[in-house]
């Protein structure tokens, strides 16, 4: 990372390419005394490029396709985030201060969303873009996971087609935006919560995850429930100590 103060800049400007894949990065600028900045930026007859599975967080402009550059354009599943208030791409002659602006002009970006990454740090010199996680999130200073006090949205929200590589289980079977995701440092969350009933028993990585049949049950009878955090595969996050509050609306029953 570099500290820029003043002026007008691009992070990445891409001038007459072709056919590049710009995926799976994080890209944040929160200086508001530069007077033009763009993260990415592609002009000059750019053609067949492809912006997928980002994390973009900015003052100003977070990307800007020229009107030469939008033959074969491709973008979707990316996080753009306004540390000003609006979304503020641009599209040819055009500006989207929302996503779903962004949206309307582009015909692009269906699966986006525009959420606060929650990066553990982007304080100059400190810089940690590991989305954080009640689940546990990589942090660079503990060189371990943290359970956190809150969990990205951007975790699990990249192309459902991507594979979910070497991320850490529990990852809910689904790839991260950002530059971490399909690392072994990939922020993770649960996917399923598995009830269980008296007579049933877990089993992890088959359909449902569980076997046996509810024992029978008396009226007026207490009983124990058991709710686990699991993976897409039903297998168990011990790490969680998170309480679980069932209710009913029969009379007859209490908790």
Known sequence: PALITAGSYSGVHLAATTNVQFKFNDM???RAGASDMVLLKASAGSTGLQVKNNIFSSTMTLIEIAANSQSGFLSNYNDFYSLSGGTNNVWGASTATSVLAWQGVSGQDAGANSVNP??????????????RSQ???????????IFD???????????????????PSPNGGRANQGSYSGTAEASKTIK???????????????VT???GSVSALSAGAPFAVMVRATDQNWNLNAALADTVVLATSAAIASN
């Open 135 to 145: 689940f546990g999130g990589y942090n660079i200073g503990a060189a371990a996971f």
């Open 209 to 211: 995850g569980k076997t």
């Open 28 to 30: 944040h600028a929160g």
């Open 149 to 167: 006090s809150v969990t990205s949205q951007t975790i699990d929200a990249a192309d459902p087609a991507e594979s979910v590589s070497a991320e």
């Open 192 to 206: 399923r919560l598995q009830v269980l009933l008296p007579g049933e028993i877990s089993v992890p990585g088959t």
């Open 118 to 131: 929650f990066w553990f740090s982007v304080a100059p010199g400190t810089e940690d873009f590991h989305p």
